[in-house]
């Protein structure tokens, strides 16, 4: 049974490119939720995710970054015209409902801008 | 507001006993859990708390007193492996669904 999958793993882009993070949920889970987390501090919540729907966005920043999660395939997070203070790594967890406190974290993606 | 603080880093040696204390202050309350996150993975559930009291399992135990906006999270027989950040993180209410919000975690290192 595989866990919570992020891909890539690295990432590195210049100031201005885009980068796309993806996130496949543990089978059976149809609820994302993905976290970044800056050098030395903790991880911050971005957004909460289900299938088709965004259910809460109150943690991203309102310009540049936009997540989905498509009926089929993985949730995607976005963020345009990246700059170095996006450099982070960003973490997707999934829980199979919507109240269950069990939630299980993919590896990261680590994205450096240069 | 939400404020959750925790030390920033623990030493113990191996085969001893380490308690990392983390205090709250959330709007609203609906859990407390404790991850493990080793450098450069992905946290790892240790526990939850939702009702106050210590809760076991195996060489770790978690404690929570929801009057006190605090918690603890405590480790027997340390090994090496043990070696990690601790997350505390709590679950504010009124939001009907797991949002964790993250103290800064505990980085702990077990020497010989």
């Known amino acids: 049974n595989a866990g919570v999958m992020q891909n890539p793993r690295h990432l590195v882009r210049r100031r201005g490119q885009e980068a796309r993070l993806r996130c496949s949920p543990m089978k059976g889970h149809s609820h994302v939720y993905w976290y970044r987390q800056l050098p030395e501090e903790g991880l911050k919540f971005m957004v909460y995710l289900q299938k088709e729907n965004i259910i809460d966005e109150s943690g991203m920043p309102k310009e540049r970054f936009s997540a989905e999660f498509p009926k089929e395939g993985p949730s995607i997070l976005r963020i345009q015209q990246v700059v170095r203070g996006d450099s982070a790594a960003y973490f997707c967890?999934?829980?199979?409902?919507?109240?269950?406190?069990?939630?299980?974290f993919g590896p990261g993606t680590r994205l450096t801008v240069t | 507001g939400q404020n959750i603080d925790q030390p920033t880093e623990m030493t113990a040696t191996e085969g001893a006993i380490v308690q990392i204390n983390c205090t709250y202050q959330?709007?609203?309350?609906?859990?407390l859990f404790w991850y493990q996150q080793h450098a450069g993975e992905a946290p790892t559930f240790l526990s939850y708390?939702?009702?106050?009291g210590l809760e076991e399992k195996g060489r770790f135990s978690s404690f929570l007193s929801r009057s006190k906006g605090y918690s603890y999270l405590l480790l027997k027989e340390l090994q090496m492996k043990d070696s990690a950040s601790y997350l505390c993180?709590?679950?504010?209410?009124?939001?009907?669904?797991?949002?964790?919000?993250f103290g800064t975690g505990t980085r702990l290192l077990v020497s010989p």
């Open positions: 993180a709590v679950t504010p209410g009124g939001t009907g669904f797991q949002k964790l919000v």
């Open positions: 708390n939702v009702l106050d």
């Open positions: 967890a999934s829980s199979p409902e919507r109240a269950s406190y069990e939630q299980y």
């Open positions: 959330t709007s609203g309350f609906n859990g």
